[in-house]
């Protein structure tokens, strides 16, 4: 018996040690992690230039509380950090997590409102679906009812629009008429609103767990960065999956022209080593509010010696071994073999994504974009049958978190070719299975 508890009481074979893509467990069974966790080990697992700079650090302070002092890594991650996004964006805020990054994004554009006499202003947009996190705060940005519901009476809920999902609506994505077409929808929530009260839109440049590596439609990005400076409207990117170059680029809002003001990221930044997550923001933002007194918001950890030691580690690791060229070159092969097995296994109705954060949905059928019975659990069920044969993937549903599924392929940014073989040939086995499974069930409902 566990004294442990967390979404459920299933129980998992014991960790024994990782490293690079591989895990195994106490009985010496190999898995490779094609999910990278929960999309957050970017460059894999025990790097040795990344535990020896823990090491360093660890021998000459694990805490300094940032009331007592400045530290020399946090001071570099953040230096290093503003060299590698937009020009502009040069103020960091460190805390612990996703969760916690979008929760202090969201309460650093309300405090920058108050500063700059625009009080009215305190509703944050966001897509439906979405998932930016699950406290309250970054729970009332998120769109996944499964998530939400539980919790609605204790939270404030924000505005909504639709995710942009082309390719379930029947429209092209790659016209940019479609992209505008679901950027003004932002428009009209903002008039709808009163834009005098809207202060922010978070998104994420392309999507995670809610929608499964959902690229947006040409002239999308673009459009909604119009759309915000008309309105006085801060764009908020939430990089916290897309970020620390899974996608191809250091940040995935780099694949177009849309700046952001403020940019959320965690998982890959820390990469699994350390708990770590960053507020990336204008400094014309930052600056009003320390004019006036100081960001009143904090976490104890925020600025951790160690957890930002081992961040700064991880992306001179992402730099050094140019793995946001390898993400872009993989996962174009990856993409591109995923689409083989959509060709082979006809319950696989769409397959996207870009560089090294992708996905296949399961469709009953892929004309009328029909998803499997929400009854049998397909997502769940597919993740465990891959596991049991070492291949460790991420699935959620699709269509507002209660039906529809997909599964999430996002392996370690240092994949191979090799690799690449071993992820297929596990899927396909795993469909093979999966698919007879299901057929099955649905013959005798």
């Known amino acids: 018996m566990s004294n442990l508890f967390y979404q459920s009481g299933g129980k998992k074979p014991v960790l024994e040690r990782s490293h690079g893509v591989y895990m195994w467990d106490q009985d010496g069974k190999r898995y490779l992690d094609g999910s990278s966790g929960a999309m957050v080990c970017n460059i894999g697992h025990s790097n040795k230039r990344v535990l020896a700079a823990m090491q360093l650090q660890m021998e000459k302070s694990t805490f300094g509380y940032r009331l007592h002092f400045e530290t020399e890594a946090s001071e570099g991650l953040a230096t290093k950090l503003a060299g590698l996004v937009p020009e502009g964006l040069n ?115 392309i999507g995670g767990a809610s929608t499964g590596a ?31 170059g899974r996608t191809g680029t250091f940040l995935a809002s780099e694949h177009w022209s849309a700046r952001p003001d403020i940019v959320v990221m965690s998982k890959g930044l820390g990469a699994g080593y350390m708990p770590l997550g960053a507020v990336i923001a204008d400094q014309n933002i930052v600056s009003p509010i320390l004019e006036q007194g100081g960001f009143a918001h904090g976490f104890t950890y925020a600025g951790n010696p160690l957890a930002c030691a081992a961040g700064l580690a991880v992306v001179n690791e992402i730099e050094s071994q140019d793995l946001c060229a390898n993400a872009r070159q993989m996962g174009e092969t990856l993409i ?18 870009k560089g090294l954060l992708t996905a296949f949905e399961f469709m009953r059928d892929r004309d009328s974009k029909a998803p499997l019975p929400a009854h049998l659990n397909a997502h769940q069920r597919f993740v465990d049958m891959a596991y049991a044969r070492g291949l460790i993937v991420y699935s959620r549903r699709t269509r507002d978190g209660l039906e529809g599924d997909h599964i999430l392929v996002c392996p370690p940014l240092i994949v191979d070719n090799n690799h690449i073989d071993e992820i297929i040939a596990g899927l396909d086995a795993t469909l093979i299975e999966f698919t007879r499974e299901i057929h099955l069930e649905m013959k005798v409902a």
Not at 146 to 170: C, E, H, N, V, W
Not at 234 to 241: C, K, Q, R, S
Not at 336 to 353: F, P, S, T, Y
Request: hydrophobic fraction near 40%.
């Open 91 to 205: 103020k960091v805020f460190f805390v612990s997590g996703g969760s916690e990054a979008v929760e202090s994004a969201m309460k650093l554009a309300r405090q920058y409102a108050i500063a700059t006499d625009n009080a009215s202003r305190w509703k944050v947009i966001s897509r439906s679906p979405s998932y930016h996190g699950c406290t309250l705060g970054a729970l009332a940005v998120t769109g996944y009812a499964s998530l939400t519901q539980p919790f609605a009476p204790m939270m404030q809920d924000m505005p909504k629009i639709p995710a942009p999902r082309a390719y379930l609506d029947g429209l092209d994505p790659k016209d940019p008429k479609t992209g505008v077409y679901y950027a003004d929808m932002l428009e009209a929530k903002i008039l709808s609103e009163g834009s005098e009260t809207v202060l922010g839109f978070i998104v994420e440049p």
């Open 214 to 244: 959902l690229v947006p439609p040409a002239g999308y990005m673009e459009r909604i960065r119009e759309i915000c400076d008309q309105y006085s409207v801060l764009l908020i990117m939430d990089e916290v999956m897309t970020g620390a």
């Open 336 to 353: 591109a073999r995923l689409n083989g097995l959509m060709q082979k296994h006809e319950l696989i109705g769409d397959v996207r994504g």
